[in-house]
């Protein structure tokens, strides 16, 4: 997948030097520090969950970096999109999506989303699926701006009992 360099963030932020690149198995520390900022404990991924995600896995992740490692903060990933797709299938599955809050509401999860579809696209996928928690509001607004349609409710989803919208997306190469 071809990297594709990002305009300046709002607020301030300078986020022009980000590009989305497929994750690599190097990736994983900055990975688990993602998802410990973003995620609790049970929701995050293990370390072994994550070296098979990325090597063994028919899922693709993709993160968003920023292209100078030697940026002030040390951090260089600042998040990801994660597609599952089974063989023999058309429909792909966000299975996670986690943006460093700092840097949240800036468009770079609708980056991540559009390459996420893209690649989703290129695959043969005709149609993505995705779960979200019913009190994410601002997830649920993004996905429904996206083209995202609600297709069912599911009740005590997560383990904190929280229920979660399935929503489907039509894919079609643009």
């Not at 198995?25 to 072994?48: H, K, Q």
């Not at 028919?58 to 002030?72: F, G, K, Y």
Request: proline share 4%; net charge positive; with cysteine.
């Amino acid at each position: 997948m071809a990297e594709s360099p990002l305009t300046p963030a709002r607020r301030g932020s300078d986020l022009s030097h980000m590009m989305i690149r497929p994750a690599r198995i190097s990736d994983i520390d900055e990975l688990e520090e993602l998802e410990f900022d973003c995620f609790d404990d049970d929701v995050a991924f293990s370390r072994c969950q994550w070296r098979h995600l990325l090597t063994r896995a028919n899922a693709l992740t993709l993160v968003i970096e920023s292209a100078d490692r030697q940026a002030p903060s040390g951090q260089y990933l600042w998040g990801y999109a994660m597609l599952l797709m089974r063989r023999n299938s058309r429909k792909a599955r966000l299975y996670s999506l986690c943006v460093e809050p700092r840097v949240q509401r800036q468009g770079l999860a609708r980056r991540l989303l559009g390459n996420a579809e893209n690649a989703a696209i290129a695959r043969g996928c005709s149609s993505a699926m995705l779960e979200v928690r019913a009190d994410n509001r601002a997830a649920l607004a993004l996905y429904r701006r996206l083209g995202w349609l609600p297709q069912g409710w599911i009740d005590n989803y997560y383990s904190d009992g929280c229920a979660a919208w399935r929503m489907i997306k039509p894919l079609s190469s643009r």
